[in-house]
Each structure stands twice: as structure tokens, then as C-alpha cells.
T-cell receptor
Framework: SAVISQKPSRDICQRGTSLTIQCQVD?????MFWYRQQPGQSLTLIAT?????????ESGFVIDKFPISRPNLTFSTLTVSNMSPEDSSIYLC?????????FGSGTRLTVV | SQQGEEDPQALSIQEGENATMNCSYK?????LQWYRQNSGRGLVHLIL?????REKHSGRLRVTLDTSKKSSSLLITASRAADTASYFC??????????FGAGTILRVKS
């Protein structure tokens, strides 16, 4: 299965600023997925990132707040823009495989 | 919205006992997957069961799937303290999107 390197692993940010999270995969993948996990909650899909096209966002998530880049088949970034304390969560990237999905180790974001 | 519901929400057992977690879902699926998450870190894939399968084993894990009842169970036998984690079911259909259940927090006491 694929190996994903995600960074940063954690960050504490001031409200109103932005943070960019990076995921690097050790193999080429068509789709990458970005999830949010709010404190004590399950995972919610933010968007699906395809190489060479605009990301597809789920209901409740918009590009202005969570812009995504997908410059090639092994890399993607998610930016959390104009942060507020409500954005404090774990953010995870993921790719699919024949027997399940592989996840990055997550970025624990705290907005103060 | 979350498709899956899991129960129990939390489970505390002694080392050596078996742990059973259940997952229910609402719509038709291609497969159902179980994941483990330790202390808010990344998820680890445990097992995938396809909609035409009824039972699957992997080491100390046993997963069942009942598509008529839209439910699945994860059994961990002979539990260890290292099994302490959150466990999530997730369903897959239509373009690889995974929809996660609410999760079960398992604590194994040594």
C-alpha cells in the first residue's frame, strides 16, 4: 500500500491567519482525499483532489475557505484560510488502494 | 452527514477478553472497512469486506457483514492493552468516497 508523508504534524496558529498542509505520496494516485476530524468526532470528507482539475468539495465546505492544490500525481496541499477557533481539528489526507485507504499521520491544528 | 452509526460509543474490557463493536449504515454499499486510530493520529486500515462477503478474518480480527440488515461487526479476540484505540467503520460506494461512522472508543485494561 502507499506511504503518505503529511506535514506539519501539529501547529498552533493565530486566528485570521492561514495554514497550508502538505501530503506527499510515494506512488502516483489519481485521487487524494482531505478529511477533517473535529475534537471527539469522526471524520468528515472535505474534498476530493484530482490532478489537473478543480477539487470537488462536499456540502458545507467551500474553496475560499479550504483551497486545495494538486500539481502532480504524488502531491497535494490543503490550506485552511482565515482561521477561527472553530477550525481547530485534525486534518488528514488519504489515498485509496485495492484493499482499503491509506491515511497520512494527520495535522493537529489549534487556533487561538 | 455520517452514514454509519456505531455502538457501543465506548467499551472498556480486561486484557484477554474479546471486544465486539457494531456498525450500521443506511444505503447500499460496495464494501465496508474498519479502521483504528490511536490517540488522534492517522488512521490505520484494518480490514475490508466486500458486499458479497459475509465474514472475513485477519489475525485476531473477525469482521461480519449482513447486507440485509445493513450492519457489520468487528470482533477483536484475546485483546491486549495495545488494542486501546478508537475504531471506525467506513462504507465505500460510487467513486471511492468513504463515509465514516461515529466510532467506538475501546479501552483495554491490563
Amino acid at each position: 500500500s502507499a506511504v503518505i508523508s503529511q506535514k506539519p504534524s501539529r501547529d498552533i496558529c493565530q486566528r485570521g491567519t492561514s495554514l497550508t498542509i502538505q501530503c506527499q505520496v510515494d506512488s502516483q494516485v489519481t485521487m487524494m482525499f482531505w478529511y477533517r476530524q473535529q475534537p471527539g468526532q469522526s471524520l468528515t470528507l472535505i474534498a476530493t483532489a484530482n490532478q489537473g482539475s478543480e477539487a470537488t468539495y462536499e456540502s458545507g465546505f467551500v474553496i475560499d475557505k479550504f483551497p486545495i492544490s494538486r500539481p502532480n500525481l504524488t502531491f497535494s496541499t490543503l490550506t485552511v484560510s482565515n482561521m477561527s477557533p472553530e477550525d481547530s481539528s485534525i486534518y488528514l489526507c488519504s489515498v485509496s488502494g485495492p484493499e482499503g485507504y491509506t491515511f497520512g499521520s494527520g495535522t493537529r491544528l489549534t487556533v487561538v | 452527514s455520517q452514514q454509519g452509526e456505531e455502538d457501543p460509543q465506548a467499551l472498556s474490557i480486561q486484557e484477554g477478553e474479546n471486544a465486539t463493536m457494531n456498525c450500521s449504515y443506511k444505503t447500499s454499499i460496495n464494501n465496508l472497512q474498519w479502521y483504528r486510530q490511536n490517540s488522534g493520529r492517522g488512521l490505520v486500515h484494518l480490514i475490508l469486506i466486500r458486499s458479497n462477503e459475509r465474514e472475513k478474518h485477519s489475525g485476531r480480527l473477525r469482521v461480519t457483514l449482513d447486507t440485509s440488515k445493513k450492519s457489520s461487526s468487528l470482533l477483536i479476540t484475546a485483546s491486549r492493552a495495545a488494542d486501546t484505540a478508537s475504531y471506525f467503520c467506513a462504507t465505500g460506494k460510487n467513486g471511492n468516497k468513504l463515509v465514516f461512522g461515529a466510532g467506538t472508543i475501546l479501552r483495554v485494561k491490563s
